[in-house]
């Protein structure tokens, strides 16, 4: 998927950024606002903040890329995410995430061709009695195995 400026999107972030200027600390909303518009905090949006807050690219650059809420890459309508903490990953996450990657042709950071799925890896979700879990959006799957897997993706495809 390739990231695109729109200009009404950019209108609604520099509005965003005037409110949080007037408060001490804009910095960190104007991110999530950004995050939350445009869907990715690339370094096009990274300098339209730098501009308005009068802040460095670099330092913006650095808190995008240090926080993992944000993302400079366009993700999919959908995110699943896998995880490989160690409890998962002995119960069988591995041979869930390689499903996944079959029945999407999709490795983790990848997003599919149609924009509708982003895989990921993640260390641990919390869920480590459920083990293993995934997670598609905010829905998480746990006991899961490889059926659970395919039918979720089914799932998520009609929605």
Known sequence: MKFVLDEEKVAMLKQCIAQHKQKPGPLMPSLHDAQHIFGCIPIEVQKIISEELNESVAKINGVVTFYSNFTTEPKGKHVISVCLGTACYVKGAKEILEQIQDLLHINPGETSSDGMFTLENTRCIGACGLAPVFKIDEKVYGA?????????IEEALKA
Do not use: L
């Open 144 to 152: 899961a195995n490889k059926d659970i897997a395919k039918k979720a």
